[in-house]
C-alpha cells in the first residue's frame, strides 16, 4: 500500500472502485479496526493503522494521520462512486467505477468483498487458488493465493462469514482487520458531511485541485 499521501489515496480509490463490480451475497455489516504494516527490512513507507466499516449498501475506510495525511473513503455500491473526504480541508472528491483509470496500487486491490465460491468472478484478469480453510486472528478465513494479469501474486484470507478479507499479503505488506464487531452501522457513517466543498478529480494535482 502506498503510505504517502497522494498514493495512499488513489491506490485505495481503485481497489473501491474495482470491487464496485463484484457479485456477492448480501453483506453482513460490521466494523474493525485496520493495520498495515511493511515486511521489509528497510521499509519507504510507515506503518498505518485506521478503521474500517461496511454495510449491504456502502463500505468506510477511515485513514488515520495528522495534517492532510487524514482521509476517509466511502464507496456507495448502488450508484458506483467512490468519495474521498479530506476532513482537514473540508473537502471531497467523487470518483466513479471506469474513469480515470490507473496502475492499481499494490496490496489494496485486493480489499473489497468477494463472490465466496469464485473469488476471482469480478475480475477476468486474475487466477484464484483455494488453498484451505484457516483461523486468522480468532476467525475463520478461506486462504485464497491470487495471481494477477501482471504475475504478481497475492495471498488473501475471506472471512466465510462476512465474504470479506480479513489479511492479505502482497508485495512486501501485511494488510489485515483485528478487533471485528458485526452489527448494523450507522448510515451517517457512509455520508458526505455538509458543508464540504466538491473538488474536481482531474484537476485536484496533488492534494490541490479545483473545489466547485
Known amino acids: 500500500m502506498k503510505l ?124 484464484c487458488k483455494n488453498m484451505g480453510t484457516e483461523t486468522v486472528n480468532g476467525r475463520s478465513a478461506d486462504h485464497w493465493q491470487i495471481t494477477h494479469q501482471d504475475g504478481s501474486v497475492s495471498n488473501v484470507w475471506i472471512d466465510t462469514k462476512l465474504h470479506f478479507p480479513i489479511k492479505t499479503v502482497s508485495e512486501g505488506t501485511i494488510w489485515q482487520l483485528t478487533n471485528i464487531k458485526e452489527g448494523a452501522q450507522d448510515p451517517s457513517l457512509f455520508q458526505v458531511p455538509s458543508g464540504y466543498r466538491k473538488m474536481d478529480l482531474p484537476g485536484m494535482g496533488g492534494m490541490g485541485g479545483r473545489p466547485q
Open 4 to 127: 504517502r499521501t497522494r498514493g495512499l489515496l488513489f491506490a485505495v480509490l481503485l481497489c473501491l472502485a474495482g470491487s464496485l463490480a463484484a457479485q456477492i451475497p448480501q453483506l453482513t455489516p460490521f466494523s474493525a479496526d485496520m493495520q498495515t504494516s511493511s515486511m521489509q527490512a528497510n521499509p519507504t513507507n510507515r506503518d498505518m493503522n485506521g478503521k474500517l466499516y461496511v454495510s449491504p449498501q456502502a463500505m468506510r475506510m477511515d485513514m488515520q494521520g495528522e495534517g492532510p495525511r487524514e482521509a476517509i473513503i466511502i464507496t456507495t455500491f448502488a450508484t458506483k462512486t467512490v468519495d474521498i473526504i479530506m476532513p482537514q480541508q473540508r473537502m471531497y472528491m467523487e470518483h466513479r467505477a471506469g474513469e480515470n483509470a490507473m496502475h492499481r496500487g499494490p496490496n489494496t486491490a485486493d480489499v473489497h468483498p468477494y463472490d465466496p465460491k469464485n473469488p476471482c468472478a469480478s475480475d477476468p484478469d486474475t487466477t
